[in-house]
């Protein structure tokens, strides 16, 4: 039953991530087919992989199957920021209380907790990330509003706790990303030897949080960032005229 809704729910999310950033970014209709083809076909890879038990502990040893994906994801999506200035335009001109809003996603993250109750994921991993998670899906809800409510003029001290927030938000997913690293079974560079680990995180659905929603979130607090530090040195442009 929590597969089913973790199924039901992990895609949900993609999906929704997937439609906000691609269906309000100012781009063309071509570009936005493309986007959304290329990130359905990622979808289908890692779900066809994972099917075969590509991603199943001791698959791609010593390292986790799971850490090539993330990698492979990030490193297109990071990649498509850093060298395709249209990509990195159209993310930075995205409405700021859209891309927090989206966070609150991330309350699904008790999803976690209720796989460790059913001792499918041990400690540290299940309660850092599943805990980190809801706290920052959580606060994400207030902030798009503040956000939202405040409009293009909004006051350094929102700025400020929205900034605070995406640090705590990548924070979360750093921490997240190493536990589960470090919790990994058959690798040998394993620190957190309390069974089973996270080797649930290797089957579906729960393959698609860090090949897919990870790596996705990770992209959003960097537009985050890239829009408080426009709108910070717009202001400093404003104070310097007047």
């Given at each position: 039953m929590l597969d089913m809704i973790g199924a039901i729910g992990c895609t949900a999310v993609y999906a929704l991530l997937a439609g906000v950033l691609i269906g309000l970014a100012p781009a063309g209709g071509r570009t936005k087919a493309i986007l959304s083809i290329a990130a359905a076909a990622w979808g289908a890879l890692i779900v066809a992989v994972a099917a075969v038990g590509g991603f199943a502990p001791g698959a791609a040893e010593p390292v986790p199957a799971v850490a090539f994906a993330f990698a492979a994801w990030l490193a297109l999506l990071i990649g498509a920021w850093l060298l395709?200035?249209?990509f990195r335009e159209a993310l930075s001109r995205l409405p700021l209380p859209a891309l927090v809003g989206v966070n609150a996603t991330r309350l699904v993250g008790v999803l976690f907790l209720l796989l460790a109750a059913e001792g499918r994921l041990s400690a540290p991993f299940a309660p850092s990330a599943g805990g980190g998670d809801i706290a920052v899906g959580a606060l994400a809800i207030p902030l798009a509003a503040l956000a939202a409510t405040a409009g293009a003029e909004r006051p350094r001290?929102?700025?400020?706790?929205?900034?605070?927030?995406?640090?705590?938000?990548?924070?979360?997913?750093?921490?997240?990303?190493?536990?589960?690293?470090?919790s990994a079974p058959g690798t040998p560079f394993r620190?957190?030897?309390?069974e089973p680990g996270t080797a649930a995180m290797g089957s579906l659905p729960w393959i698609m949080v860090p090949a897919m929603l990870v790596p996705v979130y990770l992209l959003i607090h960097l537009a985050i960032a890239a829009r408080l530090r426009a709108h910070r040195h717009g202001h400093q442009a404003a104070a310097m005229v007047a």
């Amino acid at each position: 039953m929590l597969d089913m809704i973790g199924a039901i729910g992990c895609t949900a999310v993609y999906a929704l991530l997937a439609g906000v950033l691609i269906g309000l970014a100012p781009a063309g209709g071509r570009t936005k087919a493309i986007l959304s083809i290329a990130a359905a076909a990622w979808g289908a890879l890692i779900v066809a992989v994972a099917a075969v038990g590509g991603f199943a502990p001791g698959a791609a040893e010593p390292v986790p199957a799971v850490a090539f994906a993330f990698a492979a994801w990030l490193a297109l999506l990071i990649g498509a920021w850093l060298l395709v200035p249209g990509f990195r335009e159209a993310l930075s001109r995205l409405p700021l209380p859209a891309l927090v809003g989206v966070n609150a996603t991330r309350l699904v993250g008790v999803l976690f907790l209720l796989l460790a109750a059913e001792g499918r994921l041990s400690a540290p991993f299940a309660p850092s990330a599943g805990g980190g998670d809801i706290a920052v899906g959580a606060l994400a809800i207030p902030l798009a509003a503040l956000a939202a409510t405040a409009g293009a003029e909004r006051p350094r001290w929102t700025d400020v706790w929205i900034g605070a927030w995406n640090a705590l938000g990548v924070l979360d997913l750093v921490v997240a990303i190493g536990l589960g690293v470090l919790s990994a079974p058959g690798t040998p560079f394993r620190v957190f030897m309390q069974e089973p680990g996270t080797a649930a995180m290797g089957s579906l659905p729960w393959i698609m949080v860090p090949a897919m929603l990870v790596p996705v979130y990770l992209l959003i607090h960097l537009a985050i960032a890239a829009r408080l530090r426009a709108h910070r040195h717009g202001h400093q442009a404003a104070a310097m005229v007047a």
